[in-house]
């Protein structure tokens, strides 16, 4: 019994390896070619991958060729559309919130400049 207490951890560990979401990959190539700023700053890729794969139905698989061979041609094309529609809504949603992030520090900046006991005329 005790002999065979690690042989789980290694099929979990090997599953959990091989196993991966379709969409990861075609999300990522599809922000490398659209985004200039994807291929520069990693925060940004990591940022806008997540957003885009969460705008997406999963589509767990263990290998690429599987899903393939699977799909009629048809349904790689929908799915290519909706990747797509996915990266560019992505990327202005990380961008959006980029700049209202950086509007409100520059609003608190400018609330901590003032002299707190100024007086008014």
Same mark, same amino acid.
Request: aromatic content about 8%.
């Given at each position: ?6 042989? /789980? ?10 196993? /991966? =979401? ?94 707190? =006991?100024?007086?008014?005329?």
């Amino acid at each position: 019994m005790l002999l065979g207490a690690g042989a /789980h951890l290694t099929s979990y560990y090997s599953a959990r390896d091989t196993i /991966h =979401n379709y969409y990861e990959q075609l999300v990522i190539d599809q922000l490398l070619r659209s985004s200039d700023r994807a291929a520069r700053d990693p925060d940004f890729l990591a940022d806008a991958t997540c957003v885009a794969l969460n705008r997406l139905p999963p589509r767990y698989i263990r290998y690429d060729v599987d899903m393939t061979f699977f799909l009629s041609p048809t349904e790689m094309d929908e799915m290519t559309d909706k990747v797509v529609r996915a990266v560019n809504d992505a990327v202005q949603y990380v961008e959006a919130r980029e700049e209202q992030k950086r509007r409100e520090e520059e609003t608190e900046e400018i609330k901590s400049a003032k002299p707190k =006991n100024a007086k008014k005329k």
